[in-house]
């Protein structure tokens, strides 16, 4: 009786990744020294400031460009080798669409290529592209654009799918479908590591959000965790018709100082509020040591 190997648990494993370029005085570290694993079936969102490294990181997943120095591994082999297997899909910002073909044209062309394409009317359907599927491509918003990529990131049924900024010139309720469709596809085993500038949509839709700064992992956690990171809590009122704020380190300086202001009959509106998403990575990324 023959069997069937298991798919992987770890889907990406890099270890000791650097990327340099230029040299001497002029070396720019893009990557820096990164340690990272991902296993099957997470929804990992990678967030960092401009020019953190999270581009470099994702070309060496993918295998665009080589590391300066460590290794990485996806679905147990190289990024050359993975993505010649068609185990990658990946969704870049921009390029690679003909603008006078249709957008079932586009998709119809792509599966061609491959040896065991999923049927192009399910991935018109999951891209929600059915309704402009003979539509030219060059007639198509950004939004659409984006997502004819994934339709075509999808086309291999890959067990990774990699997406840089994936959602750019989506509507709300555009990238609302896009994310319900990444948890199915995530329900289904599929790995789905995305970068974006979308603190909400990291938030929301990630189970787990790695942030670089400076070609370094700086935190890797769930969102509720790098919320906890930052445990302040920022009070407001209002003092003779004038707002005050002010940020206190925890929720027991939050009660005590929330007490001290009620018993001051001038103070109004006072409001109490945890530190969001967005101040966990203001703070961590900040340059200044204040």
Same mark, same amino acid.
């Given at each position: 009786m023959s069997t069937t190997a298991a798919p992987p648990t770890t889907v990406i494993r890099a270890t000791g990744l650097h990327r340099h370029f230029g040299a001497g005085d002029r070396t720019?570290?893009?990557? /820096?020294?990164?340690?990272?694993?991902?296993? %099957?079936?997470?929804? *990992?969102? &990678?967030?960092? +400031?401009n020019g953190a490294g999270k581009s470099t990181l994702i070309d060496l997943i993918l295998g665009l460009t080589t590391p300066t120095a460590g290794t990485v591994d996806v679905v147990g082999t190289t990024p050359a080798a993975a993505v010649a297997d068609q185990r990658i899909g990946a969704? !870049?910002?921009?390029?690679?669409? &003909? +603008?006078? &073909?249709?957008?079932?044209?586009?998709?119809? !062309?792509? #599966? =061609?290529?491959?040896p065991h394409p999923r049927p192009v009317d399910d991935l018109l359907e999951l891209a929600d592209l059915? #309704?402009? #599927?003979?539509?030219?491509?060059?007639?198509? =918003?950004?939004?659409?654009q984006q997502r004819l990529r994934f339709a075509l990131a999808l086309v291999g049924d890959p067990e990774l799918l990699i997406l840089d900024e994936p959602t750019a010139g989506m509507d709300a309720t555009a990238r609302h479908r896009f994310w319900d469709t990444m948890a199915d596809r995530a329900a289904e085993g599929t790995t789905v590591v995305f970068a974006t500038h979308y &603190?909400?949509?990291?938030?929301?839709?990630a189970r787990r959000i790695v942030l670089?700064?400076?070609? %370094?992992?700086?935190?890797?956690? =769930? +969102?509720?965790?790098?919320?906890?990171? /930052?445990?302040?809590? *920022?009070?407001?009122?209002? %003092?003779?018709?004038?707002t005050c704020t002010e940020d206190v380190p925890d929720a027991a300086a939050s009660d005590a100082r929330a007490r001290t202001l009620l018993a001051d009959p001038a103070v109004s509106d006072l409001r109490i509020a945890a530190h969001t998403l967005e101040d966990t990575f203001l703070r961590l990324t900040r340059k200044d040591p204040s």
């Open positions: 720019v570290r893009a990557v /820096d020294g990164i340690d990272l694993t991902v296993h %099957r079936g997470e929804i *990992v969102g &990678l967030l960092g +400031p969704v !870049m910002q921009s390029g690679g669409l &003909l +603008p006078d &073909l249709t957008v079932a044209t586009t998709v119809r !062309m792509i #599966a =061609s290529t491959y059915t #309704a402009i #599927a003979h539509r030219r491509v060059g007639r198509c =918003s950004g939004g659409e &603190l909400e949509e990291a938030q929301n839709f670089v700064d400076d070609g %370094r992992i700086t935190a890797d956690a =769930s +969102p509720d965790e790098l919320r906890e990171y /930052d445990a302040g809590r *920022v009070l407001t009122w209002t %003092r003779d018709g004038t």
